[in-house]
């Protein structure tokens, strides 16, 4: 984010089209990846490879089409924050229905119908 | 506003900021703490999701087979599409072509259409089966049996053409509560992982399913948190894509009119990053709901 000084005042500051299509290109291909990787058995890597293959398609979009790669550095801050709080709150979540699920998982009503 | 009193003064330079750039970045700096707020809304339902997921893994097996993959990658790359011409459209705006503006948001706007349509298309075939949102859960497979088969074989076929014929059940299934037990979080797949991904054990271990790929009527009635959480997920992103259809229709009106030069671009850059945000709310939703191993 060195860069985001000489950018400034470039006020108009047009990403050029062959980055664009450059990474619409690689996240075409991620996406086929992230679909072919379903066609192998991994057992519980299956879906860290599938959240590792989307969280690179999200940084292609936040950095390129969301131009962050030279926004303020700020507005990246915001975006990383806002992710650490949901990994936060999922985390914590799990950690504690981690704990406490054996004693629920004999509940009577876990295999009831609606 | 932005008249005589100051001649240098352009029109959509409110009248608080000094320059174009200022009203510019800060424009984006709100923005940016709106599009904050909305990660942590959806972090909310990916919470949900990930708590009941892990606790309730084969459901998420069970629920997922009603998920078309085919039509899940599809609506993906529609959405990276529109998102890539947004881009393009934004990349127009500052650089004054403003016919390419026009062409790139209306090319955005048909993305926004076809994702709509595909997902009316999932939606209403889930529905047709009874897998409704909430209190309207009401899935029928058993007694709709021959209706279902005829709307699961287009599907079956397109989506494991190599895969064996439909082959009846040839062993009694276990009552539900019991797979729960035998087939816990991490073990080996459950064998009846959609078709398309195993086509040679999507028959297999997991004792025969009678539909392809498709659930019985007890592992179906189990996972309505499932498709609660399915449809509470999608929906609030199919609303978010109704809405920026909304802002890319107000978009090309205001292109169309003229109003946006490399001068005066915010609305299109805003507009920008919203849908982009929608973007990446998809791209996370994808694998986990339709691409469960």
């Known amino acids: ?36 990787a379903t066609w192998i058995d991994l057992d519980e890597w299956n879906i860290w490879i599938a ?9 292609f979009v936040g950095l390129y089409f969301m131009h962050l790669r030279w926004d303020n550095l700020y507005h990246g801050i915001v975006l990383v924050c806002a992710l650490l709080f949901v990994v936060l709150f999922i985390g914590i979540a799990l950690m504690d229905s981690v704990e406490y699920q054996p004693d629920v998982t004999r509940s009577p009503t876990r295999n009831v119908s609606p | ?13 409110a009248h608080h900021f000094e320059t174009s750039e200022q009203q510019l970045a800060s424009a984006k700096t709100g923005m940016w703490v709106f599009l904050a707020t909305e990660i942590l809304m959806f972090g909310g339902l990916f919470c949900a999701y990930a708590v009941y997921r892990r ?6 097996d069970i629920g997922h087979r009603y998920l078309d ?15 890539f011409t947004m881009a393009w459209a934004v990349r127009a705006a500052q650089m004054n072509q403003r016919k390419l503006l026009i062409t790139m948001l209306v090319l955005t706007l048909m993305g926004a259409f076809g994702f709509m349509g595909i997902k009316y298309v999932e939606y209403s075939h889930k529905i047709h089966l009874g897998i409704a949102p909430g209190s309207f859960y009401d899935p029928h497979v058993d007694e709709h049996d021959e209706a279902v088969k005829e709307e ?22 276990l009552p539900a509560d019991q797979q729960s037990n035998i087939a816990p979080a991490h073990a080996a797949p459950l064998g009846m992982v959609a078709a398309e991904t195993e086509p040679h054990d999507a028959h297999g271990k997991y004792g025969g399913g009678d539909h392809g790929h498709y659930a019985t009527q007890a592992e179906l009635d189990m996972a309505f948190t499932f498709f609660s959480i399915y449809y509470l997920m999608t929906g609030l992103h199919g609303l978010h894509v109704l809405i920026g259809i909304g802002v890319i229709f107000w978009l090309i009106r205001r292109a169309v009119r003229g109003d946006f030069s490399s001068e005066y671009f915010t609305p299109v850059d805003l507009g ?15 694998p986990l709901l339709y691409l469960i191993h």
Do not use: C, R
């Not at chain 1, 060195?2 to 996406?31: C, F, K, N, R, Y």
């Not at chain 1, 959240?51 to 940084?59: M, R, S």
């Not at chain 2, 606790?55 to 998420?60: K, S, V």
């Open chain 1, 1 to 36: 984010m060195s860069d985001s000084e000489q950018h400034d005042h470039a006020h108009s500051h047009a990403v050029p089209l062959h980055i664009l299509m450059g990474v619409i290109l690689a996240l075409l291909v991620l996406t086929f990846l992230t679909v072919a």
């Open chain 1, 51 to 59: 959240l590792g293959i989307a969280l690179v398609k999200a940084a």
């Open chain 2, 272 to 286: 920008g990053l919203y849908w982009h945000l929608v973007d990446l709310v998809w791209i996370f939703l994808f």
């Open chain 2, 55 to 60: 606790n309730n893994p084969e459901i998420f």
């Open chain 2, 1 to 13: 506003m932005s008249d005589a009193a100051h001649s240098d003064h352009p029109a959509h330079l």
């Open chain 2, 69 to 83: 993959a085919n039509m899940g990658a599809i609506n993906t790359v529609v959405l990276l599409l529109s998102s």
């Open chain 2, 152 to 173: 699961a074989t287009p599907e079956a076929v397109t989506q494991a053409p190599s895969s064996k014929p439909q082959v009846p059940a040839t062993t009694p299934l």
